[in-house]
């Protein structure tokens, strides 16, 4: 079936309406209050019309008193003139940091381009919430609207159907219970009541014409809201394949499964087949080839380069993996056997990696072959290997720095501390391998490397997540190999206050204690980072911070108190600067009153994930083509108060989130390399000398551009080629560890216990 084709399946006269609010009406306007980021708004022509103009558009409804149920979901009848992704949040509560309101209990959809009124429908599962007090519908920016209705519904002929687990769907797209809606992009189940701890996996029967996934949502009586897992359709070829799902890993998965639904990306020719409930991933064993290539970063020609095959059990069953081996192209020879670490007998899920060894005589691309039981399974790899380079060092080379035009600030996340954080990398993204190895951070000779190779691609400064909750200090780690480094002069450093602490732990003595510590142990250094002859300190939840000491006017007069304590140290301060995910003129003026001296972002996504289907689905272009306009747009909003563009790494959680990651997808050189170049024209239209990029090495978040096998040089690469200064040809050879004959620097087996 073709879901482009399918029609909405339900009948009105089944449902009972709950609440409803016909904008029709001008009194019925007035119950949902807007917030700023919507102008022009009017009740007119059955509607209520606006547009939003700003990050963070919303509309409240408050004085509910709404019995909740799992079965009940939401038709909200609107037009746009924008696609993009809206939220429904949804409480029982008033009161609380965000008025009641929090993510979990939330609700994402899609809203599509229309000439005339659409029909959407969203499906909360607010069980848990008794009654529903208040609701909040976010929009997002740039959007042109009209709402002619929302309504709160039931349906009143559905009833739970414990025996139901299993359902086949015919060719035109239809299943017993199931109902299809929002233009075939949501199939929801029928009320279920089916106890979790009996069935442990959900497997889907899909196919599709090309490279897509499709979001799983699930509910049970004791949680609020819907779990998401993202399934990705790994094969085009129109064949339907088995999915399994195992919610069960999920601490929620809990009590009785109340609903599922599928969310579908418009226009991807998703076929669905059948959708099961099992207490085992039973069925045929499929065994999927999710990695083969190098192992290692930066391969040069004359040398032994390991590769890696990396084997899965996509299907059900144990999967045989056996008589494996390796064939060359001309130049290229193996050295020695292949090896295996693991058993032949793969069970759903379960991976085994084959190891071996190849040698190139010459640079260039050459051509890798695999063959595995008994050569009915066979797959290529063209390996790119770098010209031979021979050197020798006693320890790593003196960095040879790059002056750029501006300066050039990134994150660093100093997570890597043991070697079982290397684990999430190593099973489901060895491509991300950094060049370093799986290394141990707290190593000296490594940051000494990370200092080199940053200084001599155009990175000046580091701002380096730093972790402190009542009084505790942790991941600290890498500031100590760093106080230790022989090159720590080379690369300047700053503390970003990764303060997302719990509620509450934020007072004033604390407050007092952590400026304590930035004077006694990080501002004596001579490499710390200074704006305006400061101390530099990025705060990571300035919120956070004013809701705990008990708002902003104690927020000021704590930042005041820490310019005391610093000037009385012999400083001329500290220099403040908020990281805002999004920006209000409003709490732009706050963050000014309460001392901070800037802002800027963790990371600018732009409108990507509003342009996405769903947030396994964003698209990197989209994050390039937008990125910029935000930054135009908070500094618009920054009179008095320094902004400073964010430039985007990346972000890929899947080996931290599995399938509940939001993913970008597509991300190149060639797109980090025009966000690079629009920050550079930024600066030249506003006069402006610094820009931060986002993280540099969040292996598991999948934000990096370190060295690395993915990428080898060329993200760090790409810096120095736009803001680089003097002839290319006099910029230092980067060059790797093996290149000098040292390291190398992961952690040992004795650490794997760590």
Not at 394 to 408: D, F, K
Not at 503 to 514: C, F, G, I, K, L
Request: glycine fraction near 8%.
């Amino acid at each position: 079936m073709l879901f482009a084709f399918l029609m909405p399946l339900f009948s009105l006269s089944a449902v009972s309406v709950l609440q409803q609010w016909n904008f029709s009406d001008p009194e019925v306007c007035n119950a949902w209050e807007a917030n700023t980021h919507i102008e022009n708004i009017q009740c007119a022509d059955g509607m209520l019309q606006g547009k939003t103009v700003s990050w963070d558009p919303f509309f409240r409804c408050s004085a509910l008193a709404i019995p909740a149920r799992s079965g009940q979901y939401i038709r909200l009848r609107m037009k746009a003139d924008v696609s993009g992704r809206g939220q429904l949040f949804w409480t029982g509560a008033s009161d609380g940091q965000y008025g009641g309101f929090e993510e979990r209990k939330s609700t994402h959809f899609q809203i599509p381009v229309t000439d005339g009124l659409e029909d959407i429908y969203l499906f909360p599962f607010w069980q848990t919430e008794e009654t529903i007090r208040q609701l909040r519908l976010d929009l997002y920016d740039g959007l042109q609207f009209g709402i002619a209705e929302i309504a709160v519904l039931e349906n009143l002929q559905s009833a739970p159907l414990p025996e139901d687990t299993a359902w086949a769907f015919t060719d035109s797209g239809e299943a017993p219970g199931w109902l299809t809606l929002n233009r075939a992009s949501l199939l929801v189940s029928p009320p279920l009541e089916i106890a979790t701890d009996k069935m442990k996996w959900v497997i889907l029967e899909a196919s599709a014409r090309r490279d897509c996934a499709l979001d799983l949502f699930w509910s049970t009586d004791t949680i609020a809201g819907a779990q998401k897992e993202t399934v990705y359709l790994r094969h085009n070829d129109g064949a339907a394949r088995r999915y399994y799902i195992h919610p069960a890993d999920s601490r929620f998965w809990q009590g009785k499964l109340v609903g599922l639904y599928l969310s579908i990306p418009p226009n991807s020719s998703i076929s669905i087949r059948s959708i099961s409930l099992s207490p085992e991933a039973d069925g045929t064993p499929e065994l999927e080839l999710t990695y083969f290539g190098f192992e290692d970063a930066v391969s040069r020609a004359g040398r032994p380069e390991k590769v890696l095959a990396q084997f899965t059990n996509a299907g059900g069953g144990e999967a045989v993996i056996e008589n494996v081996r390796l064939d060359t192209s001309e130049g290229m020879r193996v050295r020695g056997s292949v090896s295996s670490d693991a058993t032949p007998l793969l069970r759903h899920g379960e991976t085994c990696e084959i190891h071996g060894t190849v040698i190139s005589d010459e640079a260039g691309d050459k051509t890798l072959s695999l063959f595995w039981n008994n050569d009915t399974g066979t797959a290529d790899t063209v390996l790119s290997f770098a010209p031979a380079l021979k050197g020798t060092a006693a320890y790593v080379p003196q960095p040879v720095p790059v002056e750029t035009t501006r300066s050039i600030l990134a994150y660093y996340f100093p997570g890597w501390e043991k070697n079982s954080k290397w684990d999430c990398i190593r099973k489901t993204a060895p491509v991300r391998k950094p060049l370093l190895g799986y290394y141990d951070e707290s190593r000296v000779e490594c940051v000494d490397w990370q200092i080199k190779w940053a200084v001599e691609n155009g990175i000046s400064c580091f701002l380096v997540d730093w972790y402190w909750c009542q009084g505790r200090e942790h991941l600290k780690h890498w500031f100590e190999a760093y106080r230790n480094a022989k090159y720590r002069d080379y690369l300047q450093v700053a503390i970003m206050w990764a303060n997302h602490n719990p509620p509450n732990t934020h007072s004033r003595e604390d407050w007092r204690a952590v400026t304590q510590e930035w004077i006694d142990h990080y501002f004596t250094l001579d490499s710390y980072y200074r704006i305006k002859g400061k101390p530099a300190v990025f705060i990571w939840n300035a919120e956070g911070i004013r809701h705990d000491l008990g708002g902003s006017r104690e927020s000021a007069a704590a930042l005041a108190e820490s310019q005391d304590m610093a000037r009385a140290a012999g400083f001329e301060g500290i220099e403040f600067v908020s990281i805002q995910l999004g920006a209000m003129r409003h709490e732009v003026d706050m963050l000014k009153a309460e001392g901070y001296g800037g802002h800027t972002s963790y990371h600018e996504w732009g409108n990507a994930l509003e342009l996405a289907s769903s947030p396994a689905l964003a698209r990197f272009s989209d994050l390039v083509a937008s990125g910029p306009i935000y930054w135009e747009k908070r500094r618009a909003l920054s009179d008095g108060i320094d902004y400073y563009p964010l430039v985007e790494t990346g972000w890929d959680s899947r080996p931290w989130h599995g399938n509940s990651a939001t993913v970008f997808h597509g991300r190149t050189v060639e797109g980090f390399t025009a966000l690079l170049k629009a920050a550079r024209d930024y600066c030249d239209r506003h006069n402006q000398n610094t820009i931060i990029l986002g993280p540099v090495n969040e292996w598991g978040e999948g934000s990096y551009i370190e060295p690395c096998l993915e990428y080898g040089f060329s993200m760090y690469e790409a810096i120095r080629a736009c803001f680089g200064k003097g002839d290319p040809a006099s910029w230092p050879q980067n060059k790797g560890p093996k290149d000098m004959s040292l390291g190398p620097y992961d952690y040992t087996a004795s650490d794997a216990a760590n």
